[in-house]
């Protein structure tokens, strides 16, 4: 099997993405340790630091497990709901 | 997209004997049951269709969804049967296994199977469906309605729905159970975070590679190496013409290393033992989900007037580090919700008091009760940090010594064995063993 990113394994995956709706909302300025944990936790790898040592997200990608809810609430993350009905990621295989 | 098709919500409020939150096995086996018995249900669910929005690692014990469907295996979408177990201990380079194989591990009443979940709720809504429940796809109940202290419905954006008992069959993650203060909010230390990918090789590979006969399947769990001494492991379940490889990992436990969960994955994927049975496989899908692992002692509040909690929601569910067992608890605890709901329906009283016995329903099935067995291995886990790190290191030592021939003066095996040992200190290995059979 060919090594894969993660960015290229979400490319295999279904999304309906619900373009002008984030269900994640995520504080850039929250602490770094904060951060780095869910750069770690995060199953997408959505959690990421820019060139600058900069928070960035997006929520397109996003796999709906609810880790940086458990995490990342009045931290890192501002607000945290699932998507609208029938929208987000949509498994094949489960 | 989604929203086409969308199912509205009559605008003048249905009632329903029972409304069921979420189509996985939980509230398909509940809905299954009540349906059955003539009561008017429906399951809202917030994705396409049942299945749409789970995963899981693998493997279903069969016996509680015998006891709802008999023979159920004969017609559901099962991908094997496991006939074949396998635990290996994991270094960067080194791999020892443990692998089992018996006759007796197909006997219907213990036989379990590998499953791929968009599949197999699909199937197990359809049939829920021919008995007569009702399924609501692509909507999100955003909240309970609640009026003097009773839940009496749910509130999906602007459209309300009412019925005398709800059942949150709605997952670990379960936003309404603690909405409407059920369950207090997950912590980091009693959840883990699981992210698994399906590979696709056809099916006489999956077959020869495993060394199986056709049908049959291999269970397979991994600790050590690949979840960098953080508490969890990998998995890997083979289904009919591809392999579920996956990892699970505690969130408490994020600050030990610097390894990223897909990383954990790639470890898997690329280490020696398990990328030879992978070659030429292509990954047709990768998915994440919350697991609970705060056991019997973090159970919520069951029930209440007019609502029940079924499985992941309840916190049904044993994660011995490496293995996660939810599904026969799911289908059990909404084979017993149903139960209850017959028995107060019956009695007109859906209140806290009348809807009390699914909570002895639960003591006397074997969810409570393995869950008390189990109760130890969370705080086992986390006082054992051998398991994750020195143990698998101490085996390849072990290992090394008793089937390397370079030429080099012999030693006797005991002294190898009492060198490996040494170095993770006898005391601490006769403590993990006495804590790890205590906890079970
Ligand atoms: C990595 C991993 C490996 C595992 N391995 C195994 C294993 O090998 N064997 C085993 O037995 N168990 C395993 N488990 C556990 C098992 O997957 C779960 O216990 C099981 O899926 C629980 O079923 P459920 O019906 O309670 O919940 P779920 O399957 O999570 O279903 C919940 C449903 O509710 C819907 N929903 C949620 N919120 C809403 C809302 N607000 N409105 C409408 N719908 C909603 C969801 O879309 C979903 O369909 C594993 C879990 C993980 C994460
Ligand atoms: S819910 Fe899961 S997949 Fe989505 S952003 Fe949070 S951690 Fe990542």
Redesign the interface.
């Given at each position: 099997?060919e090594?894969?990113t993660?960015d290229e394994?979400?490319a295999?995956?279904k999304f309906?993405v619900d373009e002008g709706h984030e269900h994640i909302c995520v504080d850039a300025d929250a602490s770094p340790s904060e951060i780095e944990?869910l750069?770690?936790?995060?199953?997408?790898?959505l959690y990421r630091l820019d060139g600058t040592g900069r928070l960035t997200f997006d929520y397109a990608g996003c796999?709906?497990?609810?880790?940086c809810?458990?995490?990342g609430?009045g931290g890192v993350v501002r607000s945290w709901?699932?998507?609208?009905?029938?929208?987000?990621?949509?498994?094949?295989?489960? | 997209m989604g929203q086409e098709g969308k199912s509205e919500v009559s605008e003048d409020t249905e009632r329903f004997d029972a409304i069921i939150v979420g189509a996985g096995l939980a509230g398909c086996t509940a809905a299954y049951l009540l349906a059955e018995k003539g009561l008017e249900v429906v399951v809202i669910e917030r994705g396409s269709f049942a299945g749409s929005k789970n995963m899981t690692g693998g493997r279903l014990y069969g016996h509680s969804l015998e006891k709802v469907i008999p023979g159920f295996a004969e017609r559901a979408p099962v991908e094997r049967r496991v006939s074949k177990e396998r635990i290996s201990l994991l270094t960067e380079d080194s791999g020892f296994t443990i692998d089992f194989t018996s006759e007796s591990l197909k006997d219907p009443s213990r036989a379990s199977y590998t499953v791929l979940r968009s599949k197999f709720d699909s199937w197990y809504a359809e049939q829920a469906e021919s008995n007569g429940a009702m399924f609501i796809y692509d909507i999100c109940v955003d909240d309970l309605i609640v009026r003097e202290g009773k839940v009496c419905g749910v509130i999906a954006g602007e459209d309300e729905m009412e019925a005398d008992v709800v059942l949150l069959a709605d997952g670990a993650v379960s936003l309404l159970a603690q909405r409407i203060g059920m369950r207090p909010a997950p912590t980091p230390q009693a959840t883990a975070v699981g992210a698994k990918e399906v590979i696709s090789l056809d099916e006489r590979t999956v077959t020869d590679r495993f060394g199986l006969a056709s049908g049959e399947g291999c269970a397979w769990m991994f600790d050590g190496y690949v979840t960098d001494g953080h508490i969890g492991g990998g998995f890997l379940y083979t289904n009919e013409d591809s392999v579920s490889l996956g990892v699970v990992t505690t969130i408490g436990d994020v600050d030990h290393s610097a390894t990223t969960v897909p990383e954990m994955l790639r470890r898997l994927e690329g280490h020696p033992l398990v990328a030879p049975l992978l070659e030429g496989g292509k990954v047709i899908e990768y998915t994440g989900r919350l697991i609970l692992e705060g056991g019997f002692d973090a159970l919520p509040k069951l029930l209440d007037d007019g609502v029940l909690l079924l499985g992941d929601s309840a916190g049904f569910g044993i994660n011995v580090g490496y293995a996660v067992r939810g599904m026969d608890l799911a289908i059990e605890s909404g084979r017993l919700a149903a139960e209850t709901v017959c028995d107060a329906k019956r009695a007109g009283d859906f209140s806290a008091a009348s809807l009390a016995s699914y909570r002895s329903r639960l003591e006397g099935s074997f969810i409570l009760k393995d869950m008390r067995f189990y109760r130890k291995f969370p705080s086992f886990m986390e006082g054992t940090r051998n398991m994750f790190t020195s143990y698998p290191e101490m085996v390849e030592e072990i290992m090394m010594g008793m089937f390397t021939v370079d030429g080099s003066d012999p030693v006797r095996l005991k002294t190898k064995v009492k060198g490996a040992i040494g170095k993770v200190g006898l005391w601490n290995l006769a403590m993990d063993v006495k804590h790890g059979m205590g906890a079970l």
């Open positions: 099997m090594d894969m993660i394994k979400l295999v995956d309906h944990r750069v770690k936790l995060c199953p997408a790898g796999l709906e497990c609810g880790t809810l458990v995490v609430l709901s699932y998507p609208r009905g029938g929208m987000g990621v949509e498994f094949r295989q489960g | -």
